[in-house]
C-alpha cells in the first residue's frame, strides 16, 4: 500500500530512541507493579477520538495510502473504544488508594513520554535532519 516491498519494512533500522523508548516500555510492563501498566493503558481511551483525525489527515496528505493499508487506524478506532472503557472501569475499581493513584499517574505519565519520544525521534530523523543538513 505504501510502496514498500515486505523486506524493506521487515529489515528497516529501528531508530536508536524508538528501540530504547519500546524497551523502556516492555521493561515497565514485565517489572513495574500491574496499576503502573494500567496507567499506561489509559491513553487508549482517547484513541478513538484522535483516530478520526489521523485517518483524515493520512486521507489528506497521504492519497497514495490505500483503504487496505488505513485498516490498522480503523482496527484500533475500533477496538481502542473497548479497551478505553475496560481501562477505566479497572481504574474506577482499584485507585482508591494513594499509592494507586500514584502508580495509575506514573504509567500514565511514562507513556505520554514514550510516545514523545518516539515522535521527537521520527521527526529528527526524517523532517529535520533533511532541512537542516544534519550528518546521517
Known amino acids: 500500500d505504501l510502496g514498500l516491498e515486505k523486506n524493506e519494512v521487515k529489515n528497516a533500522e529501528v531508530l536508536p530512541a524508538v528501540r530504547m523508548a519500546v524497551d523502556g516500555y516492555l521493561h515497565l510492563a514485565r517489572y513495574r507493579p500491574w496499576k503502573v501498566g494500567v496507567g499506561a493503558s489509559l491513553t487508549e481511551y482517547s484513541v478513538p477520538k484522535r483516530m478520526e483525525k489521523m485517518i483524515a489527515a493520512f486521507k489528506q ?56 519520544v518516539i515522535l521527537d525521534a521520527v521527526y529528527l530523523e526524517y523532517v529535520l535532519k533533511g532541512q537542516l543538513k544534519l550528518p546521517a
Not at 73 to 89: C, P, Q, R, S, W
Not at 92 to 105: D, M, N
Not at 108 to 115: E, G, L, Q, S, W
Open 61 to 116: 496528505h497521504y492519497p497514495y495510502v490505500t483503504e487496505a493499508g488505513m485498516s490498522f487506524f480503523k482496527e484500533h478506532m475500533v477496538a481502542d473504544v473497548e479497551h478505553g472503557e475496560l481501562t477505566i472501569d479497572i481504574v474506577e475499581k482499584y485507585s482508591h488508594a494513594p499509592e494507586a493513584q500514584t502508580q495509575i499517574r506514573e504509567g500514565y505519565f511514562y507513556k505520554i513520554d514514550m510516545h514523545r
